[in-house]
Each structure stands twice: as structure tokens, then as C-alpha cells.
T-cell receptor
Framework: GAGVSQSPSNKVTEKGKDVELRCDPI?????LYWYRQSLGQGLEFLIY????????KSGLPSDRFSAERTGGSVSTLTIQRTQQEDSAVYLC???????????FGPGTRLTVL | GDSVTQMEGPVTLSEEAFLTINCTYT??????LFWYVQYPGEGLQLLLK?????DKGSNKGFEATYRKETTSFHLEKGSVQVSDSAVYFC?????????????FGQGTILTVHP
């Protein structure tokens, strides 16, 4: 069956531009997570959505980062006024519910010039 | 806060060698522990897990035992193969307001030569 998909796979942008990263979770999965994988910080949690509950945004590094999940399915991570330190691989994962195995997408590699 | 510390790499081994990748953790409450693997060009995959003290997770010849007394979850394999070359991440999950959130270690790059 289809796994978690993310688009684009690669994104190169200029400092100061806004970017949107998309995640399509596995159908029927109610929980969705965004993580960031960077050389300096390793793999870190950004934000978590579960059903219709308010998201846990505790991992977002600054107010330039935001995310939404429409219709309990597709999620978009938006980074405004990108900085060079935002360069990383952004990973999305979904799970059937809390405490179930998380399935990861292939990631979006963001490069900010 | 919760954290995971794992053995720094890279680790380079010959085929059929014994593998240990150390992982220790700090957590409030009683975490579940995981090992994830990222093969070249692929996404993160769950390798094994343990949800309570003294549990042993195993998969594909890899094993790890949840040691509460030493707050450790070391990954072992008796005989590695070239196909095991990948990045390995130790992770924990603690319940609370963010039930699914994973906290990862820095990752260990493993290269196995024929």
C-alpha cells in the first residue's frame, strides 16, 4: 500500500523567501508528526497533530514556522523568511493513533542559500 | 528534559563482526524505547522496540534490552552483513500531552565492508 509521501523531495530557496512543504500521510492515520534532521541538531521533533485536537507545537523553533493539517489528512509545513540555519531534511511521519508505530516519509531536503 | 545519548560514529566493521551501538537515556516517567534505521536513500524505519523494563526487542538479527537500572538500550548484532550499512537512531517516547512524540539520539553511521 501507499506509504507517507512528501513533496517536493528537494527545495532550494533564497534567504528571506517563504517555503511550503507538503506531507500526505497514510490513509486512515489520525496522528501526524513533523521532524527536522540537520547536521548540528540531529533529528528533532517539530509539531504533532492528532485528530481534531489542538496540535502540539512545542518543537517549533521560532514563530517563522507554522503548520496546518486540513481535513485530518494532508499537512503543510510553512517556513516564512527562511534563514540559512533552516537548511535541513524535513521528515513527516504518521501513525494509526497515539502509541502506534510511526511510518516516515522520504523527507524534503531544504537548502537555503 | 527527555534526552537520548548514543555512541558517536562512524562505526566501520568487517562482515560477520559483532556489533554494539550504545544508547543511554534520560526521561521522566517510564519511556518506551526504539531503534530506527535509515538505509541509504530510504526513509526511517522502525527496527525494534521495547515498552517496559527488561523487555528485549529483536528484528533481523538485531537485539536490544531495556535496562532501567542503567537507563540503557544498547543495540547488538552477532554477525553484521554489508546490507546492514545504514544510520541507526535510538529513540524514546514518553506519555503525556504529546503521546506520540519521539526524542531521538544523534544517530550512528554504520559501514560494513565485505
Amino acid at each position: 500500500g501507499a506509504g507517507v509521501s512528501q513533496s517536493p523531495s528537494n527545495k532550494v530557496t533564497e534567504k528571506g523567501k517563504d517555503v511550503e512543504l507538503r506531507c500526505d500521510p497514510i490513509s486512515g492515520h489520525t496522528a501526524l508528526y513533523w521532524y527536522r534532521q540537520s547536521l548540528g541538531q540531529g533529528l528533532e521533533f517539530l509539531i504533532y497533530f492528532q485528530g481534531n485536537s489542538a496540535p502540539d507545537k512545542s518543537g517549533l523553533p521560532s514563530d517563522r514556522f507554522s503548520a496546518e493539517r486540513t481535513g485530518g489528512s494532508v499537512s503543510t509545513l510553512t517556513i516564512q523568511r527562511t534563514q540559512q540555519e533552516d537548511s535541513a531534511v524535513y521528515l513527516c511521519a504518521s501513525s494509526l493513533a497515539d502509541y502506534n508505530e510511526q511510518f516516515f516519509g522520504p523527507g524534503t531536503r531544504l537548502t537555503v542559500l | 528534559g527527555d534526552s537520548v545519548t548514543q555512541m558517536e560514529g562512524p562505526v566501520t566493521l568487517s562482515e560477520e563482526a559483532f556489533l554494539t551501538i550504545n544508547c543511554t537515556y534520560t526521561a521522566t516517567g517510564y519511556p518506551s524505547l526504539f531503534w530506527y534505521v535509515q538505509y541509504p536513500g530510504e526513509g526511517l524505519q522502525l527496527l525494534l522496540k521495547a515498552t517496559k523494563a527488561d523487555d528485549k526487542g529483536s528484528n533481523k538479527g538485531f537485539e536490544a534490552t531495556y535496562r532501567k537500572e542503567t537507563t540503557s538500550f544498547h543495540l547488538e548484532k552477532g554477525s553484521v552483513q554489508v546490507s546492514d550499512s545504514a544510520v541507526y537512531f535510538c529513540a524514546l517516547r514518553v506519555g503525556g500531552t504529546s503521546y506520540g512524540k519521539l526524542t531521538f539520539g544523534q544517530g550512528t553511521i554504520l559501514t560494513v565492508h565485505p
